[in-house]
């Protein structure tokens, strides 16, 4: 199997910065220890727990303080939360439209956007009461959505078009932006300029400029393309290809897929990338595995067992915790997960509260897998 190195190598300053959150992290996580606290050591990179939720769970998304997972339940019209403490669903299910598939968190961590695929629709959430307080309506079979890290527009994948909706007033904002065939998955850049989305039946990825919501640039890339992530300093996507077994890295400064796919597990599905970008988390929902891929190298590193048809993944904002959401056994398994600089590695499975600080859509502080925001990206089922 060849692959090509990635380029982006943590700069200096990201590495300090990460060496002393793994510092900080590994003090954290020794005071626990002798507290007393979370006193089961789970290996990395291992299944911790399974938590049961609603009828065919396929997105996942987690709030900026990482204290609730939101899981949509896509054959009861419902979302799931999660409680990241105790990894037990607090509350019952919210109703919600027909066939939800993506969900994304907005930066603040107010509100949880849905997208309904079966009824042409957005549900807009209260997190602080979990009660739907909108409901939008968008293009053709939604399925994928993304928040802009200023919290200000989210962008909603329709089948050949993405709606952009004000949430100051949950309303859609001007035409439907026309992209490929089978728009499915959305992820926005850390500055928010960009907005990527994958087009299933056209084996490309749209780029959207968010200034003038136009399309300015397509990238080919593998065989049905689903979900995709973007690296915390911006300059990688790593798009899965569902039919082709693979993922594909995007150079987000020249739009074009560098290096041959990385070869993961049986029809990936989602991806979400740990906040220092040193990994990516890919879904395989056909081989009920997740491949962990070394972003520095591009080559898969480690795969994990977790639940029946795996689609929808996100993570801890300190990267020690993955959820998964798996479709065809009505549960969400949770990851422990290595936190990595170079050759130094610490395991967290033994802090308790799954990464309860906390992340947005798949795998950020704020959302879109990226430190700086990168756009609150749900993940989508099929």
Not at 108 to 124: H, P
Not at 357 to 381: D, E, I, K, M, R
């Amino acid at each position: 199997m060849n692959h090509r190195s990635s380029s982006h190598a943590h700069t200096p300053v990201q590495a300090r910065t990460l060496r002393l959150l793994l510092a900080v992290l590994a003090t954290f996580a020794m005071v626990l220890g002798i507290a007393g606290v979370g006193a089961t050591t789970a290996a990395a990179d291992t299944v911790i727990d399974t938590i049961q939720v609603g009828d065919s769970p396929q997105g996942v998304a987690i709030t900026p303080l990482g204290i609730r997972a939101y899981v949509t339940n896509n054959l009861d019209d419902s979302v799931s939360v999660i409680n990241t403490a105790t990894n037990t669903v607090v509350g019952a299910p919210i109703p919600v439209g027909d066939s939800p598939v993506g969900v994304a968190i907005t930066p603040n961590g107010k509100f949880a956007y849905v997208a309904n695929r079966f009824d042409d629709s957005v549900s807009v959430i209260n997190t602080g009461t979990n009660m739907v307080v909108a409901t939008v309506a968008v293009g053709n079979s939604p399925r994928g959505v993304a928040i802009t890290p200023d919290g200000t527009r989210a962008y909603v994948t329709n089948s050949t078009s993405v709606s952009v909706i004000d949430t100051a007033t949950n309303m859609v904002v001007g035409l439907p932006i026309p992209v490929g065939d089978d728009a499915f998955g959305v992820a926005i850049t850390p500055n928010g300029s960009f907005v990527y989305v994958t087009n299933v039946d056209d084996n490309t990825v749209s780029v959207i400029n968010t200034s003038t919501n136009m399309v300015v640039a397509t990238v080919a890339v593998g065989n049905g393309p689903q979900g995709v992530a973007i690296t915390p300093d911006g300059t990688r996507a790593y798009v899965t290809n569902r039919l082709g077994d693979s993922v594909s890295v995007i150079d987000t400064g020249t739009n074009v897929a560098v290096g041959l796919p990385i070869s993961v597990g049986d029809g990936p599905h989602g991806v979400a990338i740990t906040p220092f970008g040193s990994r990516a988390y890919v879904t395989n929902s056909l081989d009920d595995t997740v491949s962990v891929i070394d972003t520095a190298t591009n080559m898969v590193v480690d795969t994990i067992t977790v639940g029946d048809s795996p689609e929808g993944v996100a993570i801890t904002p300190f990267g020690t915790r993955a959820y998964v959401a798996n479709r065809n056994d009505d549960s969400v398994s949770v990851i422990a997960i290595d936190q990595c600089l170079g050759s130094l590695c610490i395991g967290f499975g033994s802090l308790v509260g799954g990464g309860s600080t906390g992340s947005g859509g798949t795998g950020s502080l704020v959302g879109g897998g990226s430190l700086a925001g990168g756009g609150s990206a749900g993940s989508a089922g099929s």
